[in-house]
């Protein structure tokens, strides 16, 4: 089946520092990814929507200029963490659908935990 | 109101108890219904996807009433291994396919 694979799974970083977050998708194209972030014992918040090739759309009341998505091909998709604070830290996410097939294909998820 | 909404739990359940699970969901343009399961810090991974006709797979069974706007998950013969997290998944439809997630339902199956 489609495999989308994240990395890392976890990444401790000190405050202030940028981590970047990369998901793949394997076997087949993603032409649209979503970021989640989730928060413990809370759902998931679609964060932004990013296309190929094109600006991402971001949810209300996520900055942008924060967090930094990039889909240059129709396999990889990155979401940078820029100026890493603690609040940030959090189980982040990215999913995709794959073309004519029901559901979502996540990533494994990276555990953000900013010190 | 929340778009998807879903009693968070916990569901403290025996196992071989038949336990079921209600979703509601405010968009009444919503197309495409699923329910995923979610282990303690793992993804969400598909569990079946919801019909209009409803559904059924193996333990689960999944329906749709569309007039009250709210699906359903039963899980019949509970196993200590169904303990997880069901997510209720909706996609709003318009052709952007974006996924909108309930908080989850919390089960736990105990011996």
């Known amino acids: 089946g489609a495999v989308v694979s994240q990395h890392p799974s976890w990444v401790i970083c000190k405050s202030g520092t940028s981590v970047k977050i990369e998901c793949r998708s394997l076997d087949f194209q993603a032409t649209t990814m979503f970021w989640y972030r989730q928060f413990p014992k809370q759902s998931l918040m679609l964060m932004a929507t990013s296309n190929e090739g094109s600006k991402a759309t971001y949810e209300q009341g996520v900055e942008k200029d924060k967090f930094l998505i990039n889909h240059a091909s129709l396999t990889l998709s990155t979401l940078t963490v820029t100026s890493a604070h603690p609040e940030d830290s959090s189980f982040y996410i990215c999913s995709a659908r794959v073309e004519g097939s029901l559901g979502y294909t996540f990533g494994s998820g990276t555990r953000l935990t900013v010190v | 109101r929340k778009e998807v909404e879903q009693d968070p739990g916990p569901f403290n359940v025996p196992e071989g108890a038949t336990v079921a699970f209600n979703c509601t969901y405010s968009n009444s343009a919503s197309q495409s219904f699923f329910w995923y399961r979610q282990d303690c810090r793992k993804e969400p991974k598909l569990l079946m996807s919801v019909y209009s006709s409803g559904n059924e797979d193996g333990r689960f069974t999944a329906q749709l009433n569309r007039a009250s706007q709210y699906i359903s998950l039963l899980i019949r013969d509970s196993k200590l291994s169904d303990s997880a997290t069901y997510l209720c998944?909706?996609?709003?439809?318009?052709?952007?396919?974006?996924?909108?997630f309930g908080r989850g339902t919390s089960l736990i199956v105990h011996p």
């Open positions: 998944v909706v996609n709003m439809g318009g052709g952007s396919y974006i996924p909108t």
